[in-house]
């Protein structure tokens, strides 16, 4: 999903992620709790009474399908859960269902544990489970999640504690579907008799997650209590007020008054005033994100590989890295941060198989020697649109701007609305130079490259816009998409991205970290990229 262009492109460009033809071995699941060990307040044990923490926060529904957000999920993972949960090293474990299996290359058995509740405390049955899957696929529900659907045949109740999905072909990536919020599980009687005001506050969702919500007022906050219902060890935090304070500054205020305890959505670029405050502690982890530019090699001069490795080497990815996020983050060399490889590969073995690829260091002479090579010696003018929203892409412009100049390349950065930037990407139409980050709602290191280097993906509404195609690329990336071979499936991913290095298919940025705030009387012990995907508040949060 891309986030921070956290889902106003999360919306379009998450979906896109399952649309895919591939398969990946499930392992079994075993009984267990995603619940981590919490403390308490006043620093050694016990409740923690009340927090009020801080988001950025834009929508106005809380009915994840309608308003599928970063945002939304920080709230409602809270109170919400699907079949499996996202551990804190990533890997898929039980949550609703206590087990699961891939028995073939397309059927998935999920079985449920005993005596799960809503927190109304009404059982969860089956039938809630397969109603909340098969909705996403209801036209009538309009449901933004429905993509991840899209290659199941059926999905039916085979037991009194037992689900099938059957795919219509091997898809690696649907496993992941039941534990990100395309999976939160619903009551199915509610949304039925609520079709139209679910959501809103006067209907707030039901769910299985550890907390309840109990308020909703747009615009100023939402609150949750402890489900005394939920299946898993309960959280030591028995109330939570989130607020809505948009503005960055105001947030920052908040904080160092105490009116607040905590804060999601810290910008990088303002990590050290925020690391600043007396009594805060600012943690960052990897975000799995990337920010990147693409070419468009159906019109010159972008077909030239030549214009294309000069732009490589004219980006100064270490100088972004330390200017905009202030070190909190990677220069990228390839679109895949190593830890979208989890499960597949071990990080060392990635970062020794990214030694191996084709490198584009920061180097203008470089950068000249691939112009003078091309098709345009004595350079050229060009444009590239960047959203005002989202300001780290028009510095990652602006960066390449300032270096082309100096051999003769002109690029012309404009400022646009973010509806129009993202518009005009995926009408796919005069791409030529685009900005671009995105961020997963899962870590496979398929994802990525399937997106946005697969023939399949130039398109309307694709993400591939440099219009690359290369036979042996799509070759490796279906192979990739449909072995259940770990070890095969990272070969030809690497044999996939170093042909793409060589191609200049892309011109790779930076892969950011991301940032909450939390003041030192507590602890946040399993803050993970997908923090947005977990109950967050039963994941190693706890008094110190």
């Known amino acids: 999903m891309a986030r921070g262009l956290k889902r106003s492109v999360t919306a379009r460009m998450g979906a896109m992620a399952t649309v895919l033809t591939v398969v990946l071995a499930a392992c079994g699941g075993t009984p267990g709790t995603p619940g981590g060990s919490a403390a308490g307040s006043g620093g050694g044990g016990g409740e923690i009474d009340e927090l009020t923490w801080a988001m950025a926060g834009d929508f106005n529904n809380l009915f994840v399908p309608r308003s599928w957000s970063v945002a939304v999920g920080e ?74 659907y899209s290659g199941v045949s059926s999905i039916e109740a ?77 959280p030591d935090v028995a109330r939570v007020e989130i607020r809505f304070i948009p503005d960055s500054q105001a947030r920052q205020l908040a904080l160092r008054s105490g009116e607040i305890d905590g804060s999601f959505d810290v910008p990088l670029g303002e990590i050290d005033t925020w690391d600043g405050i007396d009594g805060v502690n600012v943690l960052t982890t990897s975000s799995l994100g990337v920010y990147l530019l693409t070419m468009d090699q159906d019109t010159p001069p972008f077909d030239d590989v030549h214009v294309r490795r000069a732009f490589n080497y ?95 390349v002109t690029l012309n950065v404009t400022e646009v609305d973010d509806n129009k930037w993202l518009n005009d990407y995926f009408a796919h139409e005069n791409l030529g130079l685009q900005v671009m980050s995105y961020f997963p709602d899962f870590a496979d290191p398929a994802n990525y490259p399937f997106l946005f280097l697969h023939s399949s993906n130039a398109v309307e509404n694709g993400l591939n816009g440099s219009n690359y195609r290369n036979d042996e690329v799509d070759a490796a990336i279906d192979l990739a998409l449909t072995e259940s071979d770990a070890a095969a ?56």
């Open 489 to 544: 499936r990272a070969e030809a991913l690497h044999e996939a991205l170093q042909i793409a290095a060589e191609d200049a298919a892309i011109v790779p940025g930076f892969w950011p970290d991301t940032a909450i705030a939390v003041k030192d009387e507590f602890a946040y012990e399993g803050f993970t990229a997908f923090f947005y995907n977990q109950p967050w508040l039963n994941r190693g949060f706890h008094a110190n």
């Open 158 to 234: 085979t037991g009194d504690r037992e689900i099938t999905v059957t795919l219509e072909e091997p898809n690696a990536q649907f496993q992941y579907t039941v534990a990100h919020m395309a999976g939160f599980i619903f009551k199915q009687s509610q949304l039925e008799e609520n079709p139209d005001d679910i959501g809103t506050p006067s209907v707030l969702p039901i769910g299985t997650g550890p907390y309840r919500v109990v308020e909703y007022r747009p615009d100023v906050s939402v609150t949750l209590e402890r489900n005394e219902h939920y299946w898993g060890e309960q």
């Open 75 to 148: 709230i409602m993972s809270l109170a919400q859960e699907g079949l499996l949960a996202f551990g804190d090293d990533l890997s898929l474990e039980p949550a609703v269902a206590e087990s699961w299996e891939q028995t073939d290359d397309v059927t998935y058995v999920y079985t449920l544990r005993e005596g799960v509740k809503f927190s109304d405390g009404t059982d969860v049955t089956v039938d809630d489970v397969v109603f909340s899957m098969q909705m996403h696929s209801d036209e009538a529900v309009g449901s933004q999640l429905g993509a991840f």
């Open 314 to 408: 004219a980006l100064d990815r270490e100088g972004l890295v330390n200017a905009l996020l202030q070190g909190r983050g990677e220069p990228a060399t390839t679109i895949n941060p190593p830890g979208m490889w989890a499960g597949v590969q071990e990080e060392d073995e990635v970062r020794a198989a990214y030694e191996n690829l084709m490198a584009y260091p920061f180097d203008m002479e470089a950068a000249a020697s691939e112009l003078a090579q091309s098709s345009v010696p004595d350079g050229f003018e060009v444009s590239v649109q960047t959203p005002t929203g989202y300001p780290e892409l028009g510095q990652m412009a602006l960066n390449l701007s300032e270096n082309l100049r100096s051999i003769g």
